[in-house]
């Protein structure tokens, strides 16, 4: 089945500076690319994300882009904010799977000020 | 306002007991999942559903139990044979159950063994 691998664990920037996170996946398959945010104690919320027919997504200060020959897709975060401060998770979806997702295991992001 | 409602939002087991946990969708929804949060992990799909009165295993389904006789309801009972239950449960809806539908999440259970 599938498999996400996502990095790093944690990331603590600066206000104002940008954040990376990375994800790889196994399955040449996948075509989905989701990117969710969850705060303490909430449910994961959809930020962005991605279909395999496309290289890159931006939303305002939120863009991911996706290698499909290399098999991995990034969170690109500019000006961070303190309100960016939550964990990220990323997930993919295989063709004919369903709409199922696999997760990564999360990235707790920290933006002192 | 439309969304997804997960209720109770702590919940406490006693060994040896069943415990069924609330979603509900108002957001006409066909599809509705289940999923389990452990610190550490990411989120791991328990049962899916597509449509009514159809569901389907997720990746760690044992110990588990689902029923979808509406569209806009999905609850989940974690049984005594779930030996682990101890977790953070999330139920999600998209559109449809085809690929590449965006998943929407509720604010989730934390169930706890007394």
């Known amino acids: 089945g599938e498999n996400v691998e996502q990095h790093p664990s944690t990331l603590s920037v600066q206000e104002g500076d940008s954040a990376v996170i990375k994800c790889t996946y196994s399955?040449?398959?996948?075509?989905?690319f989701p990117w969710y945010k969850q705060e303490l104690g909430k449910g994961p919320q959809l930020i962005i994300d991605?279909?395999?027919?496309?290289g890159e997504k931006k939303d305002q200060r939120i863009a991911v882009t996706l290698n499909k020959t290399a098999k991995h897709f990034s969170l690109h975060i500019t000006e961070t904010q303190p309100e960016d401060s939550a964990v990220y998770f990323c997930?993919?979806?295989?063709?004919?799977?369903?709409?199922?997702?696999?997760f990564g295991t999360g990235t707790q992001l920290k933006v002192e000020l | 306002d439309g969304g997804i409602t997960q209720s109770p939002k702590y919940l406490f087991r006693k060994e040896g007991q069943n415990v069924t946990l609330s979603c509900e969708q108002n957001?006409?929804?066909?599809?509705m999942y289940w999923y389990r949060q452990d610190p550490g992990q990411g989120l791991r799909l328990i049962y899916y559903?597509?449509?009514?009165?159809?569901?389907q295993k997720g990746d760690i389904a044992e110990g588990y139990s689902v029923s979808r006789e509406k569209k806009e309801s999905f609850p989940l009972t974690v049984t005594s044979a779930q030996k682990n239950p101890t977790a953070f449960y999330l139920c999600?809806?998209?559109?449809?159950?085809?690929?590449?539908?965006?998943?929407?999440f509720g604010d989730g259970t934390r169930l706890s063994i007394l």
């Open positions: 997930a993919a979806s295989i063709v004919g799977g369903g709409n199922k997702l696999t």
């Open positions: 991605i279909r395999s027919n496309v």
């Open positions: 559903s597509q449509i009514v009165n159809d569901f």
């Open positions: 957001l006409n929804h066909d599809a």
């Open positions: 999600a809806s998209s559109i449809t159950g085809t690929e590449n539908q965006p998943q929407h």
């Open positions: 399955d040449s398959a996948s075509n989905y």
